[in-house]
């Protein structure tokens, strides 16, 4: 059996493979999906490790590219994402074998942390592994309409739909705000050494315009320039319509209340039921008011040290901040 680097040839083959050990259950696998996911990445193309046996691909391991930003000190790290064997395969071992040579070939080039958001099948292999669980992402959670979503939870009703046809402009408007460069900058400053995403106008372009699979919204506050920013998507689910809020940037913590405001008209355009909010650290759009704080329903996170001197300030989401943006959809 051959264990090799992919290549731009192999894509085709790679999804197919992924199709056929994963499905399409929460998200497409597609030719488009990978690029986006995995070429076209500004953090840079994902670190993909193949398993080939008669010719055929029966093993694919891939770390995804990923930056993350404690003060002054850029982290490059990964993330472990889209792994599969094929189901002829399975059981002896080969996980843990892609999974390692990866790791050995971070450590070669200067990568400092691996993370990831398994799932229970993949969690045990990451477990045997020896890698830390760092918990499960804060989650905030505000009730809006509490009634209908107990009666959506009960009758297993479908989520009242939006009735506004009009398409959004907010995601370009922002992106394209020659004032968010600078937002991007103050918003780092504000954290601190608590560990976030290296954020550029190019890493949310991608992240927000580009992403194939959902649609994203954006909210500002504005006055002689851009001072707060907001990113969220609506999601259909079982309680209901759900007002996600991804991501946040400040450039003063005074524009809290405002962002606020402009959260509460966004619920009421959109007819969301709850709105959810992340870990950001500096900044709860959620208030007090019927506010649920739940801290074990966000994703389980798992990290491993490749080259850091320690892991102690990505324990617990004590020194870290991730976003609900950083985490979902990967």
């Known amino acids: 059996m051959e264990i090799r680097l992919a290549h731009e040839g192999d894509i085709p083959e790679i999804v197919s493979l992924l199709k056929l050990g994963l499905g399409e259950n929460l998200l497409p696998k597609s030719e488009i999906y990978w690029r986006w996911k995995h070429v076209d990445n500004p953090f840079g193309k994902s670190l993909v490790l193949l398993a080939i046996d008669k010719s055929k691909i029966v093993g694919v391991r891939t770390f995804m590219r990923w930056k993350w930003r404690a003060g002054n000190h850029i982290i490059e790290a990964v993330r472990g994402v889209d792994t599969v064997v094929h189901p002829d395969y399975q059981g002896n071992g080969m996980f843990g074998k892609l999974t390692l040579a990866l790791i050995d070939h971070c450590r070669e080039n200067g990568y400092g942390l691996l993370f990831s958001t398994p799932n229970r099948k993949s969690k045990r292999g990451y477990t045997k592994l020896g890698w830390a669980e760092a918990g499960k992402l804060p989650i905030q959670m505000k009730m809006v309409k509490p009634v209908s979503m107990m009666l959506d939870v009960v009758l297993r009703k479908k989520s009242r739909q939006n009735n506004a046809s009009k398409k959004d402009e907010s995601i370009s408007y922002y992106l394209n705000n020659a004032g968010l460069s600078k937002l991007i900058a103050s918003n780092n400053i504000l954290?601190?050494?608590?560990?976030?995403?290296?954020?550029?106008?190019?890493?949310?372009?991608?992240?927000?315009?580009?992403?194939?699979?959902?649609?994203?919204?954006?909210?500002?506050?504005?006055?002689?320039?851009?001072?707060?920013?907001?990113?969220?998507?609506?999601?259909?689910?079982?309680?209901?319509?759900?007002?996600?809020?991804?991501?946040?940037?400040?450039?003063d913590r005074k524009y809290v209340q405002d962002l606020k405001q402009i959260v509460d008209r966004k619920v009421q355009e959109h007819n969301a039921d709850y709105v959810t909010s992340g870990s950001f650290g500096i900044a709860n759009l959620l208030g007090t008011n019927m506010l649920v704080l739940k801290r074990k329903v966000g994703p389980t996170v798992m990290i491993h040290n490749i080259m850091l001197p320690d892991l102690s300030n990505f324990a617990a989401f004590e020194g870290w901040s991730p976003s609900f943006g950083d985490l979902e959809l990967f």
């Open 191 to 251: 954290y601190g050494s608590h560990v976030i995403t290296e954020h550029s106008v190019d890493t949310l372009m991608w992240r927000y315009a580009n992403v194939p699979v959902a649609e994203y919204y954006a909210g500002g506050v504005e006055d002689t320039e851009l001072r707060a920013l907001f990113f969220y998507r609506i999601k259909h689910t079982f309680a209901g319509k759900e007002l996600r809020i991804t991501d946040v940037f400040l450039s």
